[in-house]
């Protein structure tokens, strides 16, 4: 059984960076697909990325982020990151990181580990 641990959050003025770190542990890390997800005040929670091992290294990105963020995995440290630039206030939301069993996903029902989440907040 899996268990995942964010970190990295933080508060940035529009057009900044953040990285966010995603700590895996339990399972064994590359057979994962490691996903993002975020949630704002009184919205729905929506998939902003995910990466995955199936046949080679597959990356998904959200529209909305597409060009401005960058999933990455360092299996050697059990570790996904998401590298945020060109931040906006729109992006401002708490963070998830989420791992699925091999396959990658855009739905956060289909996530089997969950992390605590981690605040990013975009001021203008």
């Known amino acids: 059984q899996a268990h995942v641990e964010e970190s990295g959050g933080g508060s940035v003025q529009a057009g900044g960076s953040l990285r966010l770190s995603c700590a895996a542990s339990?399972?064994?890390?590359?057979?994962?697909?490691m996903g993002w997800f975020r949630q704002a005040p009184g919205k729905e929670r929506e998939f902003v990325a995910v990466?995955?091992?199936?046949?080679?290294?597959?990356?998904y990105y959200a529209d909305s982020v597409k060009g401005r963020f960058t999933i990455s995995r360092d299996n050697a440290k059990n570790t996904v990151y998401l590298q945020m630039n060109s931040l906006k206030p729109e992006d401002t939301a708490v963070y998830y990181c989420?791992?699925?069993?091999?396959?990658?996903?855009?739905?956060?029902?289909?996530?089997?580990?969950w992390g605590q989440g981690t605040q990013v907040t975009v001021s203008s």
């Open positions: 989420a791992a699925r069993i091999r396959y990658a996903s855009y739905y956060p029902s289909e996530y089997d580990y």
């Open positions: 339990g399972g064994t890390f590359s057979s994962y697909a």
């Open positions: 990466i995955s091992w199936s046949g080679g290294v597959n990356t």
